[in-house]
């Protein structure tokens, strides 16, 4: 800490640098957005082949490549892309302030029914409260069961769930591998 700074003037300065942070943490979620876009319009085109005889130029892949971008991440910034600006209508200044992981993992569950619901789980919650919510989903469960029943997650650890507040139950094997009960 400066002793020269007072309390005052050393807050003011952090707090403009904190606000910088947030602005800048919302261009970088949104770049991804715009980033998806066109990486989908290159693939559809194949407009990436216009840029020369060269090897990285001449499959989709290889252009990724060339620009640093894994090409699991490419094919996920489209989706993310396609999904939420052209499937659900969002404009990307919605979308702000939401990383693109998190939004990838919504992408298995979202639709025009729940997706206002999602995406403020999505910048409301921690990232492991929201992959638990998700993987609830994954399994069938509705979002209301899912905030009805408050030892959920237990009983879908023993593969299956009983909630003693619906009184449902369902011996179904959840997809996916789930560890044995730790909570026993």
């Not at 991440?73 to 979308?95: D, R």
């Not at 029943?149 to 789930?178: A, D, M, S």
Request: overall charge positive.
């Amino acid at each position: 800490m400066d002793k020269k700074l007072t309390p005052a003037k050393g807050y003011q300065i952090a707090k403009n640098l904190d606000n910088k942070i947030d602005e800048l943490q919302g261009l970088a979620s949104l770049s991804f957005l715009y980033i998806g876009k066109i990486l989908k319009e290159l693939k559809e085109k194949r407009l990436y082949q216009y840029l020369g005889e060269d090897i990285e130029y001449q499959d989709f892949e290889s252009y990724v490549q060339s620009k640093g971008i894994q090409l699991r991440k490419a094919y996920y910034l489209i989706q993310i892309y396609s999904t939420f600006i052209i499937g659900l209508q969002y404009k990307p200044e919605e979308l702000s302030n939401i990383y693109w992981t998190t939004l990838r993992t919504l992408l298995p569950v979202v639709d025009k029914d729940n997706s206002e619901e999602l995406l403020a789980k999505a910048r409301s919650l921690k990232r492991s409260d929201l992959d638990i919510e998700i993987k609830q989903l994954r399994l069938g469960l509705t979002l209301e069961k899912i905030h009805d029943c408050q030892h959920l997650w237990k009983h879908i650890i023993r593969e299956y769930w009983e909630c003693e507040k619906c009184r449902e139950r369902t011996y179904q094997k959840p997809k996916g591998k789930i560890k044995e009960d730790i909570w026993k």
